[in-house]
Nanobody
Framework: QVLLVESGGGWKQAGGSLRLSCAAS????????MAWFRQAPGQDREFVAA????????DYTESVKGRFTISRDNAANLVHLQMNSLKPEDTAIYYC?????????????????WGQGTQVTVSS
């Protein structure tokens, strides 16, 4: 069983930055593909970013390309999402996800483990 705990969420004005972290326990993340998803009020959960086990493959949803960066620290069992140039439409609960494939891509079904989420609120 893998436990994922997100942190780093909060409130920011548009244009600001936040760094989300996901701490994993129960299994080393070097054996897991990792990703971030988000869910805004009244909307479905959507893919944000993904990274392969070896960090040699990453992907982002179009709306965050050039602003968000996903990274992983396998030694510390952490995954990060650096979010710059935040926009009000980035407001959502952000979830960390992990899966047993080498690379999970943008489909939620590829991920077996999910955190509880961290709230990000961006005001205009």
């Amino acid at each position: 069983q893998v436990l994922l705990v997100e942190s780093g969420g909060g409130w920011k004005q548009a244009g600001g930055s936040l760094r989300l972290s996901c701490a994993a326990s129960g299994r080393t993340i070097s054996t897991l593909a990792m990703a971030w998803f988000r869910q805004a009020p009244g909307q479905d959960r959507e893919f944000v970013a993904a990274i392969s086990r070896g960090a040699d493959n990453t992907d982002y949803t179009e709306s965050v390309k050039g602003r968000f960066t996903i990274s992983r620290d396998n030694a510390a069992n952490l995954v990060h999402l650096q979010m710059n140039s935040l926009k009000p439409e980035d407001t959502a609960i952000y979830y960390c996800a992990a899966g047993g494939l080498y690379y999970g891509g943008n489909r939620a079904s590829q991920y077996d483990y999910w955190g509880q989420g961290t709230q990000v609120t961006v005001s205009s």
